[in-house]
């Protein structure tokens, strides 16, 4: 028969409240993890043609946990504005360099044409130049997505003939 423990005695000195606190803590981020990917996971199935597709579970464990998503949510509902992924690909450039691709980046359609995937682009090169200052950038998307080319044009990024490291990952099925 199993032992039953003794419920802690809070009372005494020896109890230490901020282990509870970050018990909690955990709990409620795991907890908004799983909604908010709940609601990335709806908006990719809406484009199932043009976008990659992620269980809830995977896109907390690749991108939320290791720090390499963007989100916005509307602050005073919650309603998934958009989100955008930073994927570390095998590797390393001709320079040395890891190379992180931008990529799934989308904006739910209620808040399109507002500036919004132009902050959030932002956003994603901020967070990786804060994360590994020395990393390369690539963002790869459709040559008809006129939309998303403008906006990373207007923060810098240049057009280049496939690098590579691209080329052979693309070869693999890696990326698309």
Known sequence: MAKIPEKPNTSSNNFDKSDTDEVI????????KK??????????????QTMLQFKPDELITKFFDPGNAVVLLEKKT???IGFGKNKLWAGKN???QKVYEFGSWIINKEFQHK?????LTKLAVKSLKEKDPNAQLIAVCDLNSKKAIKVLKH?????????KNVKILLEEVQAK
């Open 155 to 163: 923060l810098g990024a240049i057009e280049i003939v496939k690098p």
């Open 35 to 48: 909604i908010i990917a709940g609601k990335v996971t709806a908006l990719l199935e809406q484009h199932k």
């Open 25 to 32: 803590k955990s709990a409620f981020e795991k907890g908004v």
């Open 78 to 80: 919650d309603q998934l």
């Open 94 to 96: 001709e320079y040395g």
């Open 115 to 119: 500036g919004y995937g132009h902050y």
